[in-house]
């Protein structure tokens, strides 16, 4: 069966130090995969996805980046956080177009 | 383009009492829907997904929804509330064919379930 696991759990981190938050796919072969952001209290937000190795999509303008150096990995990046990037991080994969996606646990960041 | 809208932020019932969560949808073509629930500081988990076969879509947890397209709306249900399923539950929709797979979100609908 496919797992996705997400890590770290939580995170806290001053202003203007970078970040990094991988998330890897077992179980299946060539997915979509996305990260999305959830405010408190909001919806979710796309923030990037990707349908290949090396493809990136993304969404809205921002201070994060996002990479795939292997099939079943990605990476979310940023050079200097700020306070605005507090939330919680979720990544997700999928099989493409009509398809459900499958979320991992996310990760909670605090940028203090 | 495609949009969905949840009709109420929240929603509260009595354990044992009927739940609606109310979604409406917008679409240039035929949708895939979907709700998903999510426990707090938790992933989202799929609840059941509606994809061009029978209208009324059975899901875990007791749950089910009725597609209508003459009303665009997609309305999650479950006959007796459980004080589990107090949560937030999002209504989605899948955007235009050839965007990745990717699914375009409401804002949620928060469930409270009063003992």
């Known amino acids: 069966s496919q797992t996705i696991h997400q890590w770290p759990a939580t995170l806290v981190q001053p202003v203007g130090s970078p970040l990094s938050l991988e998330c890897t796919v077992e179980?299946?072969?060539?997915?979509?995969l996305y990260w999305y952001r959830q405010a408190a209290g909001r919806g979710l937000q796309l923030l990037f996805y990707?349908?290949?190795?090396?493809?990136i999509s993304s969404e809205v303008p921002q201070n994060l980046s996002a990479s795939r150096p292997q099939d079943r990995q990605f990476i979310l990046s940023s050079k200097k956080l700020l306070l605005s990037d507090s939330g919680f991080y979720l990544c997700a994969w999928g099989k493409g177009n009509n398809s459900p996606l499958h979320f991992g646990n996310g990760t909670r960041l605090t940028v203090t | 383009a495609q949009s969905v809208t949840q009709l109420d932020s929240h929603v509260s019932v009595s354990e044992g009492t009927p739940v609606l969560l109310r979604c409406n949808y917008s679409s240039s073509y035929s949708p895939s829907l979907f709700w998903y629930v999510q426990h707090p500081n938790k992933g989202l988990q799929l609840l059941l997904k509606y994809t061009s076969a029978a209208t009324l879509v059975k899901g875990i947890n007791g749950f089910e929804a009725e597609f209508k397209k003459s009303e665009t709306s997609f309305h999650l249900t479950k006959p007796s509330a459980h004080m589990s399923d107090a949560a937030e539950y999002f209504c989605?929709?899948?955007?235009?064919?050839?965007?990745?797979?990717?699914?375009?979100f409401g804002q949620g609908t928060e469930l409270s379930v009063k003992p």
């Open positions: 179980g299946t072969s060539n997915p979509n």
């Open positions: 989605v929709v899948s955007a235009f064919y050839n965007q990745g797979g990717k699914l375009i």
């Open positions: 990707s349908v290949g190795i090396g493809q």
